[in-house]
C-alpha cells in the first residue's frame, strides 16, 4: 500500500472509529511506520508503507497515540511513553514555565517533583535549569522505571526515589506536582482506560501537598473548575501570592503560591 492510500483507508478507519483528529493521526501512525516526520511524510506520497496495521488497529481501538508511538514531544524533550505512567500532555508544559519563571534568578535551586510519572516536569526543569538540583519521587515502581530510562536516554542528571509526598517536608525552593485530580473515569474519553488509574483518579493530594511542602515556591496543576479552590487551600495553608494560570485552551490549570 503507498503512503498515500494509507492515509486515506487510516483516516478513514479512525473517523469511524470517533476520534476527534483522524487526519492528523493517520499522518503521524504512516510517519512512524515509514520511519520519518510527519512533515517528511509528503515528500514520497508513493512509497510502500510496511506494518502499518498493527499501529492503526490499536489507535482504532483507542489506545492513546503516544502509546502506540512509543514516544512523545514534551517541551525540548522527546520522553518514551508507555501504560507505565501518563501521557506527557500539553497543559502540562505550562506548569513547567511557571516553575521556570518562579526561579528566575535563584542560584543552584533545589527542586522537588512529587508524581514523577515518565519524567516530563523534572527532565523539563533540569533541561531548561542546568544549574537546578532536581529531586522527583513516585510511588509507583514501573514509573519509577520510566522515567530513569528516559533521564538516561536524555543525559539529564535528576535524583530518582521511591517516595510519596512526604518527601516534600524535607526543605525546597520549589515544590511542583500534577497529582491525580479526576473523580472517576466514567464518561470520559476511552484513552484514559489505559493509562495508570492510580495516576489519574483520586482527591485530596493538592490539600495534602499544600499542607506538608516546606518550599518557597509550590505550584500545582489542577482539573477543569478546581483552581478557585486549590487556589483558596493554598492561601489557608499560607501561602501567599496566590496565582492562576490558565492552559493554551483557556482552562485555568496552574494554581501557585509562594511563602
Known amino acids: 500500500m503507498t503512503a498515500r492510500d494509507a492515509l486515506r483507508e487510516a483516516e478513514r478507519r479512525l473517523a469511524a ?11 503521524l501512525l504512516v510517519a512512524h511506520a515509514l520511519g520519518v516526520s510527519r512533515t517528511g511524510l509528503y515528500a514520497d506520497l508513493d512509497a510502500q508503507v510496511d506494518g502499518l496495521e498493527p499501529l492503526l488497529a490499536r489507535r ?3 489506545e492513546p497515540l503516544a502509546y502506540v508511538l512509543g514516544e512523545w514531544g514534551f517541551r525540548r524533550l522527546t520522553l518514551k511513553t508507555d501504560p507505565r505512567a501518563l501521557v506527557p500532555r500539553p497543559e502540562t508544559e505550562i506548569v513547567v514555565e511557571r516553575a521556570l519563571e518562579l526561579l528566575d534568578g535563584a542560584v543552584a535551586p533545589r527542586v522537588l517533583d512529587v508524581g514523577v510519572g515518565s519524567g516530563a516536569i523534572a527532565l523539563a526543569l533540569k533541561d531548561e535549569r542546568p544549574d537546578a538540583h532536581v529531586t522527583a519521587v513516585d510511588v509507583s515502581v514501573v514509573a ?30 520549589l515544590v511542583v506536582s500534577n497529582p491525580p485530580y479526576v473523580e472517576t473515569l466514567a464518561g470520559l474519553q476511552p484513552e484514559l482506560g489505559y493509562e495508570p488509574e492510580g495516576a489519574l483518579v483520586g482527591t485530596g493530594f493538592h490539600e495534602r501537598i499544600a499542607a506538608t511542602a516546606r518550599t518557597r515556591f509550590l505550584v500545582l ?22 496565582r492562576v494560570t490558565a492552559d ?3 482552562v485555568d490549570r496552574v494554581v501557585e503560591g509562594a511563602r
Open 17 to 27: 472509529a470517533g476520534l476527534d483528529t483522524p487526519r492528523v493521526d493517520a499522518e
Open 221 to 242: 496543576e489542577v482539573g477543569d473548575g478546581q483552581a478557585a479552590d486549590v487556589a483558596r487551600v493554598l492561601e489557608a495553608a499560607g501561602y501567599c501570592d496566590v
Open 248 to 250: 493554551l485552551a483557556g
Open 144 to 173: 519509577l522505571a520510566l522515567a530513569r530510562e528516559n533521564a538516561e536516554r536524555l543525559g539529564l542528571d535528576v535524583e530518582l526515589r521511591e517516595q510519596g509526598l512526604d518527601a516534600a517536608a524535607e526543605g525546597w525552593d
Open 60 to 62: 482504532e481501538a483507542r
